[in-house]
């Protein structure tokens, strides 16, 4: 019913920069929370970032004053900007949303998952 769509990822060298975006299509009839996490080889899955409908944002310590999350309500997106990035934020990034579909049923819904990788 819902589907999230995420592009964005790719090799970077440490230092450089990459935007992650996220839309999400179907069914929906209001989205609450939007958030970007990662998973590294061999890591549990972690939040990178998330951000509420009405634009509260929270980051993890480990990536606070380099990546930057933002939405835009008007196109269902959320976008993770990545400055000053270090290899140990090499991951699989996935996008998250809680949407409410007909019937105003609340569920969390995934991206694909894209992969972000830091190597000189």
């Known amino acids: 019913q819902v589907q999230l769509v995420e592009s964005g990822g790719g090799l970077v060298q440490p230092g450089g920069s990459l935007r992650l975006s996220c839309a999400a299509s179907?069914?929906?009839?209001?989205?609450?929370?939007m958030g970007w996490y990662r998973q590294a080889p061999g890591k549990q899955r972690e939040l990178v970032a998330d951000?509420?409908?009405?634009?509260?944002?929270n980051y993890a310590d480990s990536v606070k004053g380099r990546f930057t999350i933002s939405r835009d309500n008007a196109k269902n997106a959320v976008y993770l900007q990545m400055n000053s990035l270090k290899p140990e934020d090499t991951a699989v990034y996935s996008c998250?949303?809680?949407?409410?579909?007909?019937?105003?049923?609340?569920?969390?819904?995934w991206g694909q998952g894209t992969q972000v990788t830091v190597s000189s």
């Open positions: 179907g069914r929906i009839r209001s989205i609450g929370t």
């Open positions: 951000i509420t409908s009405g634009g509260s944002i």
């Open positions: 998250n949303a809680n949407v409410a579909t007909t019937g105003w049923t609340w569920l969390d819904y």
